[in-house]
């Protein structure tokens, strides 16, 4: 054989018991078949083997058995963003005449996909109030086909009633989906929301999340995650998942199979650094009202103690048990002009301008509630709002450079 040809077809194979605590990087838009049987017999449906590049390689399975672990669930596919998890769902299982119902505080461009594509193919949707439970029932009619959840919401960090609106949906025969991105699998359990009480666990029929933030936890990868436990959704969505052609590269998920065991120290030690930074704007007359669902003040603060604290006690302002994302939500006082929130934010020197979350940066975002927000009460609405994404620098570093970006601005 020539040398272009030997380069391909060389021989030597490598010893295969290699072992190393890194998952290896199998990359292939193409699979080797051993023979034509196996060719015929291989389904890209089931994990028994491997049939094209997109569907499937011991990297992407790999990760995609560590998120139903992390979730609690039986299936799971990758996508390449958290948006493309999102819009997954949707398409796989609605069609013309459907509707869905989304909470008011849903993730943005959620919304704009509703009012986009989906108006577009004949699906509407209606907001609803996440504070508000009745709100949510008077709202489901026969056309309701999916109820979206998001705990806390995105922004404003209320926290849903989700056992109660979870029970809602099933006794109307209504599939609910989670964005559990704040979540992240550790705060508290999609699939088993009230793990000591019922047989049959009570839990959303989907989750969805965005492995960008905690699990990639470097603000580096976009990927997103698609979960269920029921067996027949799992085929819908993995359908539509080949149909689109939604795989993922395996760099990308290499990189979150290399983050996923730091995450929960990860989690826990922004979370207490962002509780204390919430303790502190508390007392700062500049705020308002600081959002947080450990903040016993801010909305839905018993239902994220019921879900994600074992429902203890509050002692003080900020709950000190249980697990919440390091995101905060800060309603600054009416009296600030937009200058001076402008100038607030430009003064932040370790918080950086900048969208996303989860990664070890801490990060600061200006809205405008008032274009985000159809059914908040107005109080929520008067003055600038910030929000912080906490990483992992130290608690004081962050709480003086907050304090001297203050001073900067004259607040
Ligand atoms: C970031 C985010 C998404 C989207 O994730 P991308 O990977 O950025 O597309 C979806 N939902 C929530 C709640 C998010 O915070």
Known sequence: MKPVTELIHHSYKAPTDFAAPQIAIHKASTVIFPNVQAMRERTWLDKKGYTYGLHGTPTTFTLEERICYLEGAQHAVLVPSGLAAIALVNMALLKHGDEILLPDNVYGPHKTFAEGELKQWGITYQLYDPRDLADLSSRITPQTRLIWLEAAGSVTLEFPDVVEMVRLARSKGVLTALDNTWGAGLAFAPFD?????????????????????????????????????????????????????????????????????????????????????????????????????????????????????????????????????????????????????????????????????????????????????????????????????????????????VAQALAQAEI
């Open 193 to 401: 929301l009230e793990p000591s009480k019922s047989t049959i666990p009570l839990g959303v029929d989907i989750s969805v999340h965005a492995l960008t933030k905690f699990p990639s936890g470097g603000g580096d990868v976009l990927m997103g995650s698609v979960t269920t436990c029921d067996d027949h959704l799992a085929k819908q969505l993995k359908l539509s998942h080949m149909r689109m052609g939604l795989g993922v590269g395996a760099n990308d998920a290499e990189l979150v199979l290399r983050s996923l065991p730091s995450m929960e120290l990860r989690y826990k030690q922004q979370d207490t650094t962002a509780r204390a930074l919430a303790a502190w704007c508390l007392q700062q007359s500049a705020f308002a009202q600081v959002l947080h669902p450990a903040v016993v003040s801010s909305p839905g603060h018993p239902h994220w103690r019921r879900l994600c604290a074992g429902d203890q006690p509050s002692q003080g302002p900020v709950h000190s048990e249980g697990l919440a994302a390091a995101l905060l939500g800060l309603r600054l006082d009416p009296a600030i002009s937009q200058a001076q929130l402008d100038t607030f934010c430009d003064a932040l020197r370790l918080f950086k301008l900048g969208f996303s979350w989860g990664g070890p940066m801490s990060l600061v975002v200006p809205y405008h509630l008032r274009d985000l927000r159809l059914m908040s009460k107005e109080a929520l609405l008067q003055g600038g709002f910030v929000r912080l994404s906490v990483g992992l620098e130290a608690a004081e570093d962050l709480i003086d450079d």
